[in-house]
């Protein structure tokens, strides 16, 4: 029997080997477009538009440098791609990751190191930030899960705890059409580069 296809082929013309990722294979628009296009939370917000992990990752990016203000630049960087592999593998959530067991965590671990490497980053992150952009991940689903997913305060605090009062006033969800957001990771992703 011949091997199943494991690669997938990217608008900007990288075909990438899921099993073995390149990353010379790895381009930022792509990344950009994937994630601009993919749906947090199963698609289950409310709004006009999806709530998409490029927007997350803009929220949690954000959390992560309000909270760590003088944090090196290439740690801000790490938090806007924290979950960058989901442009090919989609945004599954925390149940259905945990059904699929193990090997979902090998091939996303494959991706990360893959897309750290092409930008610059450490393969495996330190353990410190990857807990700070943890925690900024978590933020960012509370105010997800309390704004637009339908989530009373009281069920998003037994599941993520409760983000400081600042956090909870000062942060709005915002649902944008893909093509603003794509700009937007994009713009934000050139910008932490050049400040590198």
Known sequence: MPQPRAWQRMLSGRRLDL???SPLDIEIEDIA??????ARWNG?????HAYSVAEHSLLVEQIFGEMHPKTDVKW???????DAPEYVIGDMISPVKAAVGPDYGHLDDRLTAAIHIRFGLPAVIPALI?????????????LEATQ???FS????DKLFGRPAPLMIKTLQIRLRPAKEVRQDFTDRHNALIAAV
Do not use: C, M, Y
Request: hydrophobic share 45%; glycine share 8%.
């Open 19 to 21: 099993l073995d990722p």
């Open 33 to 38: 477009h994937g994630l601009a296009f993919v």
């Open 44 to 48: 289950q917000t409310r709004g006009d």
């Open 76 to 82: 801000r960087l790490a938090a806007l791609l924290h």
């Open 130 to 142: 990857k807990k700070q952009i943890k925690k900024a991940d978590i933020i960012s689903a509370w």
């Open 148 to 150: 637009i997913a339908g």
């Open 153 to 156: 305060e009281n069920e998003a």
